[in-house]
C-alpha cells in the first residue's frame, strides 16, 4: 500500500533554531514529490516539487532535498511566520491517472 | 484573480440531511479536485475532473457521496444522508490540465454533521 509518513508530528523551535522536517514514503512509482505550507483555516500552499533522487529546491529560508525513500525540509534560522503545518505528497499513478497521496503533516511553531 | 471560491464556508447540519458544497474553480483552469481533511486521515483527495469529466473518483468514499461539474466554472460535492463520520473540511483545488504543481486549493467548507 502506498505511505506516506512524516516526523515530527510537531516542532516547536526558536527563532534562528535551524531544523528539518521529514516525509519517508514506501509508494510504487513515485512520480514527483510534493511540499505544501498550511496555515490555519486555509487551504494548503504549493512550495516545492522533486522528481529525482539528489534533487534540490530553495525557497527564502526552505530547502526541499530528496533521496530514493525520504525527503526533507530544511528550514534555516526560522522566524515565527514560517509557523504552520508542512505537508508532504507524492504523485503517483501514469498519465492522466495520477493523485496526490498526502502524509499527515508536521505542525511547526516558531517562537520569537 | 478571486482564487478558488467555495461556499458555504460552514454548514452545520443534522444526520440524514443533505449537504451540498459548492466550488467555483479559477477561471482557465480545466482541472478540479474535492479532497477531504480530518484529523484522523489527514488530507485526502476525493475525485478529480479533466474538462469537466470526472478521471478518478477512487477516492469517495461511499455512494453517499456524488460530484458534478455541469461546466468549466462550477462543480458540487453532495452527501445524501450525510453522517457524524462525514464532519471534515472539504477543499476545491484547481489546476491546469492537472498540473499539481500549479493546484490552488480554495478556503475550504468546514463540515459538522450532528
Known amino acids: 500500500e502506498d505511505q506516506v509518513t512524516q516526523s515530527p508530528e510537531a516542532l516547536r523551535l526558536q527563532e534562528g533554531e535551524s531544523s528539518s522536517l521529514n516525509c519517508s514514503y514506501t509508494?510504487?512509482?513515485?512520480?514527483?514529490l510534493f511540499w505544501y505550507r498550511q496555515d490555519p483555516g486555509k487551504g494548503p500552499e504549493f512550495l516545492f516539487t522533486?522528481?529525482?533522487a539528489g534533487e534540490e529546491k530553495e525557497k527564502e529560508r526552505l530547502k526541499a532535498t530528496l533521496t530514493k525513500k525520504e525527503s526533507f525540509l530544511h528550514i534555516t534560522a526560522p522566524k515565527p511566520e514560517d509557523s504552520a503545518t508542512y505537508l508532504c505528497a507524492v504523485q503517483i499513478g501514469c498519465l492522466i491517472r495520477n493523485k496526490l497521496v498526502f502524509g499527515a503533516g508536521t505542525i511547526l511553531r516558531v517562537k520569537s | 484573480d478571486a482564487g478558488v471560491i467555495q461556499s458555504p464556508r460552514h454548514e452545520v447540519t443534522e444526520m440524514g440531511q443533505e449537504v451540498t458544497l459548492r466550488c467555483k474553480p479559477i477561471s482557465g483552469h480545466n482541472s478540479l479536485f474535492w479532497y477531504r481533511q480530518t484529523m484522523m486521515r489527514g488530507l485526502e483527495l476525493l475525485i478529480y475532473f479533466n474538462n469537466n469529466v470526472p478521471i478518478d473518483d477512487s477516492g469517495m468514499p461511499e455512494d453517499r457521496f456524488s460530484a458534478k461539474m455541469p461546466n468549466a466554472s462550477f462543480s458540487t460535492l453532495k452527501i445524501q444522508p450525510s453522517e457524524p463520520r462525514d464532519s471534515a473540511v472539504y477543499f476545491c483545488a484547481s489546476s491546469f490540465s492537472p498540473r499539481w504543481e500549479t493546484q490552488y486549493f480554495g478556503p475550504g467548507t468546514r463540515l459538522l454533521v450532528l
Open positions: 509508494v510504487s512509482g513515485l512520480r514527483g
Open positions: 522533486l522528481y529525482s
